[in-house]
Structures are given as structure tokens and as C-alpha cells.
């Protein structure tokens, strides 16, 4: 069934979200981070690595169910479905394998590589149904945030802060919040009627023969998700891990600038190729991404010492994995803007050579070997800095920006050319404007040089600094920008008919 793609809507819906995800991620973290030791945030970055590792593996076949099913093939979903399920039992035996090496390496930890288990399998369920409603109701992903967020928060303070279960608590948190957002997920697909109970033999055939579109791709996701576990493989210890996890912190908040963006694109793109369509995601992502990229930089080790004040001197890596997902978050959208243009399988999965040459293979093999590039630098810079953790970690998020800039370029002039259009350099201009004037705000009240030692004596302070800095960013912004103003005006005009028509009910 067609379903009218609302991509500013959806976007802003996702963008809310995210903007929740942000403060409730912070949250989240700082009163993990705050009650568990060094090592035991190391591993808690480890086991979420290594069931995120695991859980990519999905992508085989998710990426044909959504491209199937916006082309009409309604048995899609259902079929993907089922082949997640199936995925349950091998990948929980690879994930057991995994927490084995991480007894060997680390000489602890089994038992609770063990009790995250079933976030690998509750993530492996996400990462089919988050994918399956982007290119069907966008908006979805971002009711699916509210409620994912909103739980883990409560159920961390409940269990890590009051009830001091520490690192088993911190998993819990996250596996009751993630049960709760597959349920919402899989129950609204099925009441709109995508997730329907039908299974394809032939379906699951042909994409099972053409695993090795989404191959590389696959991988990408498996080596970046699993980037933490393998920090601790090649350092012998958790440490560098724990300084990643603060500095990862900044990159979620920014991705999902991106991902706000990138699932309306996609269907749209789909759809009917308008280069007006990228420039919009384009000028969306910036807004959102403007603020955040100028507070990580200024505030790096405000931000650090929030966490926790133990991780203050890893302050460096928060900016540098900040540039990291600014720039991987503008791949991630010229690479949608590529895949969904690409139009050799409309009729079906073609010719083993006819994908080859497409974009649905060219572009997952770009991001692969800008991953491969990455690990080709950091894999001997954490040999050179074992034994040091705090050059390790930067190491690694210095190998990550180089290794991703090649491929931006490549996607940026491959789009132009697929969906020709315009980057929005005044857009840009404002952005780089409002965030200039938040950074020289934050410098000015000495807001960069607070040390958090004690979080309720600086956090009410320091949010009030926050929201002033937001407040002059979109000020700035909504001076310099007509699209701006433009886009304020339709936000009020559609919230003013929603009210209209609730009134008139």
C-alpha cells in the first residue's frame, strides 16, 4: 500500500527525538559512568559493542524487505521477520563466543557478557523493525525514541542509582527499554499493516543469493559497532574503551542528526528523484547539527568531567569524535541520496554483473574501505600506545576522521551527478554563524573551564548555560536564514491546524 512520505514532518518528529535522546542519553550515562569503576564502563562499552556487532548482521536481509516492500511486494516484511528470528540461534553462539575471548583477554567479565545476551537479541529485533518503518511511517523511529529513552532513564536511576545493582543494572536498564521499544515497534507495523504474517520461500531465496549486495555494507556497521570490542582486543584492556565510550557519547546525539533526516529521504528518493528533496535533509541536518558540533568543541571537558571527573583528561577525544560524526553523518546522507536513486532493481534482484556496477554495491563498498582505512591506522597506533590508554583512545578517533573523508568526497560528487542539486552554502554560512556566536557565549561566561565535581551542584547552572547558548544559536540563525524563518512559519501554521482541528471535533 502507498504511503505519502512526510519528509519535514517526520524529520522534525525525529529530530524531537533526538533532541530528547540527547539530554536523556546524558543522563543515562552520567549516572552509569558515576557509579561504576573505570573497568566496569570499559566493559559495559564492551558488551554493547559486541551485541551491536552481532545485531548489524540483520542488514543481509533488511535491506532487500524494505526495498521489496515500497516496490510492492507485500510478503516482504513478514519474510525479513522470520529470517531474524531464524538469526536468533547462531548469533547467540557467536556471542558467546565472543564473551569467552573477552574472559581470556580481560581475566573477568563472563557472567556479565552473559546477562547482555538478550540486548544482542532484542537489538538483532531493532535492527529489523527501525529500518522496515523508515521507508514506511518515518515518524515511527522517532515515537520508538521517546519511549526507548524515557524507560532506560527511569530504569537506570531505579536500578544502578537506588537499588545499586551497577554494571547488571545498567544492562537491565537497557534490555527492558529495548523490549518495550520492539514491542511498540512491531505492534504499530502491524496495525498499519506491514508487518503482515506471510513468509516467502522464492523471496528469501533471491535475497539470500544476493547477499553480497548488502555484504559490505553488513560488514561497515559490524566493524564500526564492533570497533570498542576490538580496542580491547588489540590493548589488552578496557580502559581505552571506557575514555571511547565518553568520547561516543558526543557521536550518538549527531548521527541521529542524521538518521532524522536520512529515512524520509530515502523513501522519497525512492520514490521520485528531486534534488530539492537532498537539499532539504541537507539544510535540516546542519540546523540540528550546528549547536551540537560547536558545544562539544568548546565544552569538551566540561562535558567530560559531567560524566564523570575521573574522565577529564580524555577531554580531547569528545571534539574529535564530535568532527568524526559530522562527517560520517553527511556520508550517511549523500549515501541514502545514492542508494535510493539506484534503480537496477525495480524489476527485481538483476544480474550478478548489472550489481555490481550499481550504487547498491558501490556505496557499501566506499563506506567498507573507509572503515578498512581507519582500522588500518588505528590497529598499529594502539599497538605503539599499549599501555597507555589515553593516547590509545585518541588514536583511534584520529584514524576514525581520516579514514572517513575520502569517502565523503567520492559520495558528494557521485550525488551531485545521480540527484543534481545544490549544497546549501547560505544555510551553511548561518549555521557557522549561530555557532560561532554559542562558542563565544560559552568562552565569555567561563563556561568551557567548569569542572562538574559534584553533579546537582553544577548541573542546574551549567543547563542554564545550555539553553542560553541553543537560544542564541537559533536566534543567530533565524536572523541570517529566509529557509529559517520559512520553516518556523509552517511549523506554527501546522500547529495552529492541528489545534484548529481538534477544536472543531
Request: glycine share 6%.
Amino acid at each position: 500500500m502507498e504511503r505519502r512520505i512526510r519528509l519535514r514532518y517526520s524529520t522534525l518528529i525525529n529530530y524531537a527525538s533526538m533532541l530528547y535522546r540527547m539530554a536523556a542519553a546524558v543522563g543515562f550515562v552520567v549516572i552509569v559512568a558515576r557509579r561504576l569503576s573505570v573497568e566496569e564502563f570499559g566493559l559495559w562499552g564492551i558488551i554493547f559493542s559486541a551485541s551491536n556487532m552481532l545485531a548489524a548482521l540483520v542488514a543481509f536481509w533488511s535491506m532487500w524487505a524494505q526495498r521489496f516492500y515500497v516496490r510492492g511486494r507485500e510478503e516482504a516484511p513478514g519474510t525479513g521477520l522470520v529470517l531474524t528470528l531464524i538469526y536468533w540461534a547462531p548469533g547467540s553462539l557467536a556471542y558467546l563466543g565472543v564473551s569467552l575471548l573477552e574472559e581470556r583477554i580481560l581475566g573477568w567479565g563472563f557472567d556479565y557478557m552473559l546477562a547482555g545476551l538478550p540486548m544482542f537479541l532484542l537489538l538483532t529485533l531493532n535492527n529489523y523493525l527501525v529500518p522496515l518503518s523508515n521507508v514506511t511511517k518515518p515518524e515511527l523511529r522517532g515515537y520508538r525514541g521517546f519511549l526507548y529513552d524515557t524507560l532506560r532513564l527511569i530504569l537506570a536511576y531505579l536500578l544502578v542509582a537506588q537499588l545499586r545493582m551497577k554494571l547488571l543494572g545498567a544492562l537491565l536498564a537497557v534490555e527492558l527499554a529495548l523490549a518495550a521499544g520492539d514491542l511498540y515497534l512491531g505492534a504499530e507495523l502491524r496495525r498499519i499493516g506491514v508487518l503482515r504474517p506471510r513468509f516467502s520461500w522464492s523471496l528469501a531465496a533471491e535475497w539470500l543469493k544476493a547477499l553480497y549486495i548488502p555484504l559490505a555494507g553488513t560488514l561497515t556497521q559490524f566493524m564500526r559497532t564492533g570497533l570498542r570490542a576490538v580496542v580491547s582486543w588489540v590493548s589488552g584492556s578496557e580502559v581505552p574503551v571506557a575514555y571511547l565510550n565518553v568520547g561516543f557519547a558526543s557521536e550518538a546525539p549527531l548521527l541521529q542528526a542524521a538518521q532524522a533526516a536520512t529515512p524520509a529521504l530515502y523513501a522519497r528518493i525512492l520514490r521520485e528523484k528531486r534534488g530539492v528533496d537532498v537539499e532539504e535533509s541537507l539544510r535540516l541536518f546542519l540546523l540540528f547539527a550546528g549547536y551540537m558540533l560547536a558545544t562539544f568543541i568548546v565544552l569538551s571537558r566540561t562535558i567530560a568531567s559531567l560524566y564523570n571527573p575521573e574522565y577529564a583528561e580524555a577531554h580531547l577525544v569528545i571534539p574529535l569524535i564530535a568532527i568524526y560524526a559530522t562527517l560520517l553523518s553527511l556520508t550517511s546522507i549523500y549515501g541514502t541520496t545514492l542508494r535510493g536513486a539506484e534503480e537496477v532493481d525495480r524489476e527485481g534482484v538483476p544480474s550478478y554483473r548489472r550489481l555490481l556496477s550499481s550504487q547498491l554495491f558501490k556505496v557499501p563498498a566506499t563506506r567498507l574501505s573507509a572503515m578498512l582505512l581507519s582500522y588500518a591506522l588505528a590497529v598499529p597506533a594502539l599497538v605503539y600506545y599499549r599501555g597507555d590508554p589515553l593516547r590509545s583512545a585518541e588514536a583511534v578517533a584520529v584514524a576514525l576522521n581520516i579514514g572517513v573523508m575520502p569517502a565523503l568526497l567520492h559520495f558528494y560528487r557521485q550525488a551531485g551527478r545521480m540527484v543534481p542539486h545544490r549544497f546549501p552554502l547560505r544555510e551553511l554560512s548561518a549555521v557557522l554563524a549561530g555557532s560561532l556566536v554559542a562558542a563565544l557565549y560559552y568562552v565569555a561566561m567561563g563556561v568551557n573551564g567548569i569542572r562538574v565535581t559534584r553533579f546537582w551542584a553544577y548541573a542546574p547552572s551549567l543547563a542554564l548555560h545550555l539553553a542560553a547558548g541553543l537560544a542564541l544559536y537559533v536566534f543567530t540563525v533565524y536572523a541570517l536564514s529566509p529557509w529559517m524563518r520559512r520553516l518556523v512559519r509552517d511549523a506554527l501554521a501546522f500547529a495552529r491546524s492541528g489545534l484548529n482541528r481538534k477544536l472543531a471535533q
